[in-house]
């Protein structure tokens, strides 16, 4: 995959979501999907072959260009990361729901996406926090969490909402592991600072 300027990218998105001129688009991120999708397989140590890696790669363009390209039509560059952190995100979800499908009992499956009491340890350390304190202490979370910056909203949402690992995440998202937990600290102080300032 070519490195573009933003404009260049933001550019192919439009003419697909918009005019439904969506060869340019496929082929430029064609090698992103099918990287992402054998990672997320290598890092559950899921079997697979090329055909399930190709299956997959086309449902994700298939959800994607689906019901007159709602999805792209939704990307916002102010709500989330960059358009290539945004499609590995959605082939990530894709990926690990076509999992859990083919094999409720895989190293994929996951009943609890969110170690909540990881969460709430982090955020509320000193205090015994019983389960409707905890669900109230989530439902605050899930409230303020789209306040948090993109990058630090996209390791938080891999890490406790799909289970990945840090050192998964930053192999797919192409960062040094020192680099993940340091976001996702931030995202755990900026979580804890506006919770504190709610009250």
């Known amino acids: ?3 573009l300027p933003f404009n260049e990218k933001y550019r192919m998105l439009a003419e697909c979501a918009r005019h439904n001129r969506c060869d340019e688009f496929v082929l430029h991120y064609w090698e992103l999907i099918y990287g992402t999708v054998r990672k997320i397989f290598d890092i559950k140590n899921i079997p ?4 399930d890696i190709e299956d997959l790669r086309q449902e994700i363009f298939i959800r994607l260009l689906e019901k007159g390209r709602k999805r792209l039509k939704a990307y916002d560059e102010s709500k989330g990361a960059g358009i290539e952190g945004w ?3 959605i082939s990530t979800r894709i990926t690990l729901n076509y999992i859990r499908r083919k094999d409720p009992h895989s190293p994929g499956h996951q009943a609890i996406r969110i170690p909540i009491e990881e969460v709430i ?4 350390p000193r205090k015994e926090t019983d389960k409707a304190e905890a669900r109230l202490l989530l439902s605050r979370i899930m409230e ?3 306040e948090l910056p993109p990058t630090e ?3 938080f949402r891999l890490h406790y909402f799909d289970g990945l ?3 998964e995440i930053a192999e797919s998202l192409h960062k040094e592991v020192g680099n993940i937990y340091v976001i996702r600290s931030r995202a755990m102080k900026k979580l804890k600072e506006m ?3 709610q009250g």
């Open 195 to 197: 919770m504190d300032m």
């Open 48 to 51: 697979y072959d090329a055909k």
């Open 144 to 146: 303020i969490l789209p």
């Open 153 to 155: 909203r996209l390791v």
């Open 87 to 89: 499609l590995i995100l």
């Open 121 to 124: 340890s982090e955020l509320n």
């Open 1 to 3: 995959m070519n490195r």
């Open 165 to 167: 690992s840090f050192p």
